[in-house]
């Protein structure tokens, strides 16, 4: 019996939460806590399910020892169902020729995309860091996002890229079938993309259940439970997770030259996928 991974990937703050999000209230057909996302081990899940397959825990190894041991790990994972995992690492080889997620034992993966403009503010506010920052890590080919958490709990470190390799590593360089999603889209018409993301991972729904899961998934309800409740997976230093959530959050907050020049730094991608700096255009 073969692993059946189905890869949830994006760059960071692109909506990758939103889709696990998403992808939970539709296999569970009922309103699900943002604490309680079972779909799509990440953070501290990931690192359990590192530790639980590895021949060695992460906490004994080197950051490109556990990248070589990934591969293996995931080709020797059996279920009965879809496993979830949610991907901020630009997709590669390891050094020595794998890649990082066995081919063969991947499903599927749906990549969600964002505006690069909104993405910019979406991440200075998570990392609480200035907008011109958070531009210089989506500009650094080895943008790394480190390890964190104690040595024995921390998770395991990712390796984003900049958004435009992110982009086209998944969309254009990966050998596996991959499902796009822009946020921009499931934003308009949640319905439709909700329907076209169940079918990519394999979740058969009604259209009732993919009704209920929109209404359920309002980002205005997913900002009130952090509100009350906090988020586990918001770090320390930052604010707020469920900052805005709408497109276009950018317009009026960024000097142009600046979102001139962050566009012409990622125009390939983001003509690849039809983004530009007029808003709605």
């Known amino acids: 019996m073969s692993a059946q991974l189905v890869l949830i990937a994006s760059y960071p703050k692109s909506g990758n939460t939103w889709v696990r999000l998403i992808l939970e209230t539709l296999r569970r057909d009922e309103t699900v806590s943002i604490n309680d996302i079972g779909i799509g081990a990440y953070g501290a899940q990931r690192r359990r399910l590192f530790d639980e397959f590895a021949p060695a825990e992460a906490s004994e190894l080197l950051p490109y020892e556990i990248e070589e041991i990934l591969p293996d790990i995931y080709a020797s994972m059996e279920s009965d169902s879809p496993i979830f995992l949610k991907v901020h690492d630009r997709m590669r080889k390891t050094?020595?020729?794998?890649?990082?997620?066995?081919?063969?034992?991947?499903?599927?993966?749906?990549?969600?995309?964002?505006?690069?403009?909104?993405?910019?503010?979406?991440?200075?506010?998570?990392?609480?860091?200035?907008?011109?920052?958070?531009?210089?890590?989506?500009?650094?080919?080895?943008?790394?996002?480190?390890?964190?958490?104690?040595?024995?709990?921390?998770?395991?470190?990712?390796r984003p890229g900049s958004?435009?390799?992110?982009?086209?590593?998944?969309?254009?360089?990966?050998?596996?079938?991959?499902?796009?999603?822009?946020?921009?889209?499931?934003?308009?018409?949640?319905?439709?993309?909700?329907?076209?993301?169940?079918?990519?991972?394999?979740?058969?729904?009604?259209?009732?259940?993919?009704?209920?899961?929109?209404?359920?998934?309002?980002f205005a309800r997913l900002q009130r439970e952090e509100r009350t409740n906090g988020f586990r997976e918001r770090p320390t230093y930052s604010p707020a997770f469920f900052r805005e959530g709408r497109p276009d959050s950018w317009i009026g907050k960024l000097e142009v030259e600046f979102c001139q020049e962050l566009m012409r730094t990622h125009s390939q991608a983001a003509e690849r996928l039809g983004y530009r700096l007029a808003a709605n255009s």
């Open 163 to 218: 958004w435009s390799s992110n982009v086209l590593s998944w969309i254009d360089g990966s050998p596996y079938e991959v499902t796009l999603v822009r946020y921009e889209d499931l934003y308009a018409d949640p319905a439709t993309e909700f329907a076209r993301i169940a079918r990519a991972a394999g979740i058969v729904v009604s259209e009732g259940i993919i009704n209920r899961a929109v209404e359920a998934t309002r």
């Open 95 to 158: 050094p020595s020729g794998k890649w990082l997620f066995p081919p063969q034992c991947v499903k599927a993966v749906i990549y969600v995309a964002r505006h690069p403009l909104d993405v910019v503010m979406s991440y200075a506010n998570h990392r609480a860091i200035p907008a011109i920052e958070a531009a210089r890590l989506m500009g650094n080919e080895e943008h790394v996002i480190p390890s964190a958490g104690t040595s024995l709990q921390r998770s395991l470190e990712e």
